[in-house]
């Protein structure tokens, strides 16, 4: 191949290297219209349709989301740890959803299917906020936020605790006030430290 042409070749590769995340800044704000990092925010943010907010988390057990939801709207969440696999270390207990960074008394009803290590399991229960995972949880939810009709569905991979690397449950649960607003999409808490990211996409 002419020496010229392979120069030019070259000078492109380290171009495009240098330009990398231009070039995925571009393409994120071609497909969406927003991208918030909302890890030391003090009060809610309204995202707009189509954004995501970033939030990172080091050794918490409280996790406030700082995003303020209308009526009508629906979300896409990740809870993404970075807390070491394994088959200790994690607590056993349930993680949260508060919705309004609070909790009401027995009106959330919580139905799962979970797979673990020594069998198939069902449960139908009461709680008094959203449950959105268990011990380590990698999470992925879908948020439905009507006035009359509020529910939080998804699936997550439990891990930290015996019998429980992997296991996998798919879960919905509704709150079943209907005049309730639900103004502030809240805070997630959890049974011990973690730390990790969560995203939160808008997509209405």
């Known amino acids: 191949m002419d020496g010229v042409v392979m120069g030019l070749l070259a000078n492109l590769d380290t171009?495009?290297?240098t330009h990398d995340r231009e070039i995925k800044d571009m393409l994120r704000n071609l497909l969406f219209?927003?991208?918030v990092d909302l890890s030391n925010a003090t009060e809610d943010y309204l995202l707009?349709?189509?954004s995501i907010a970033y939030i990172s988390f080091t050794d918490a057990t409280q996790?406030?989301?700082h995003i303020a939801t209308p009526n009508n709207s629906y979300y896409e969440l990740h809870v993404i740890p970075s807390n070491m696999g394994g088959t200790s270390g994690g607590t056993v207990s349930r993680v949260y959803l508060y919705?309004?960074?609070t909790t009401y008394d027995n009106a959330f009803y919580y139905a799962e299917v979970l797979r673990k290590s020594d069998g198939l399991y069902h449960n139908y229960l009461t709680y008094s906020s959203f449950r959105i995972g268990y011990a380590f949880t990698s999470t992925t939810v879908w948020i439905t936020n009507r006035t009359q009709y509020?529910?939080?569905r998804g699936i997550y991979d439990i891990y930290g605790i015996s019998g429980h690397y992997p296991s996998i449950?798919?879960?919905s649960t509704d709150w079943r006030d209907t005049t309730t607003e639900w103004t502030s999409l809240g805070t997630i808490?959890?049974?011990q430290s973690t730390s990790g990211e969560i995203l939160v996409f808008r997509a209405r």
């Open 169 to 171: 449950t798919v879960f």
């Open 150 to 152: 509020k529910n939080v």
């Open 99 to 101: 919705p309004n960074n």
């Open 189 to 191: 808490v959890f049974p």
């Open 63 to 65: 996790v406030p989301l």
């Open 48 to 50: 707009a349709e189509y």
């Open 33 to 35: 219209n927003d991208f």
């Open 15 to 17: 171009r495009l290297l």
